[in-house]
């Protein structure tokens, strides 16, 4: 099935470092959401995007829509242990659309924190 | 408020035999969607319901089949269970909107193996 295209597929840092992870899409999405997946656990909500151009922030997250809605940025700042896990971006289409509702999943952003 | 609550946390099926799997979603949300997910894979989505009726579906075979009951909660039914069926099946519970697409909170999961 159809995936967004996540990079980079695995990231390996020191604590304290800051994290980028980009997401893009062939499609235009109206939602943008980033999740964290610890190992056999579901995806936990991050952050969601409304509007192209937004930029929002949860503590040392922070994620931003980009202008053509078909991308999407995720920065964590001064990573910490607690951080390392799976991070996925999911869009979605527009509401009232044939594929309302559907998430489409990139393949994962791995992220392993050294102490 | 107890959020997203699946069960089994894990099951063990044979080829050919049929499994189902069972979702609550989180207090106040009305939309149930389920997506497999594969070992390094992000999740893919199988369908959604809303007000009992199935409102979207993926890329995937009539032996994957679902049903929504009355007080929102939802079942997955898988017939005929091949070797690839095995996953992680993550249910997803959201708020329709008309007009306004929300986020979708994850319950924990099913790991299903087929052998």
């Known amino acids: 099935g159809q995936q967004l295209n996540q990079s980079p597929q695995s990231m390996f840092i020191q604590e304290g470092e800051d994290v980028s992870m980009n997401c893009t899409s062939s499609s235009i999405f109206n939602t943008w959401l980033w999740y964290k997946q610890d190992p056999g656990e579901g995806p936990v909500l991050l952050i969601a995007l409304y509007k192209a151009g937004e930029l929002t922030s949860n503590g040392r997250l922070t994620a931003q829509f980009g202008i053509t809605r078909k991308d999407s940025f995720l920065n964590i700042s001064a990573s910490i242990p607690s951080d390392v896990g799976i991070y996925f971006c999911?869009?979605?289409?527009?509401?009232?659309?044939?594929?309302?509702?559907?998430?489409?999943f990139g393949q994962g952003t791995i992220l392993t924190v050294h102490p | 408020d107890a959020g997203v609550t699946q069960s089994p946390t894990h099951l063990i099926k044979t080829r050919g035999q049929q499994v189902t799997l069972r979702c609550s979603p989180k207090?106040?949300?009305?939309?149930v969607s389920w997506y497999q997910q594969a070992l390094g894979q992000g999740p893919q989505f199988i369908f959604q319901?809303?007000?009992?009726?199935?409102?979207q579906r993926g890329n995937f075979p009539d032996r994957f089949s679902g049903h929504q009951f009355p007080n929102y909660s939802s079942e997955l039914n898988v017939n005929a269970l091949l070797l690839g069926d095995s996953a992680l099946y993550l249910c997803?519970?959201?708020?329709?909107?008309?007009?306004?697409?929300?986020?979708?909170?994850f319950g924990p999961g099913t790991r299903l193996t087929v052998t």
């Open positions: 319901y809303y007000e009992e009726e199935e409102r």
């Open positions: 999911a869009g979605q289409p527009l509401a009232g659309g044939t594929s309302y509702g559907k998430l489409t």
């Open positions: 207090s106040g949300h009305d939309t």
């Open positions: 997803a519970s959201s708020f329709w909107g008309l007009s306004v697409v929300y986020e979708q909170y």
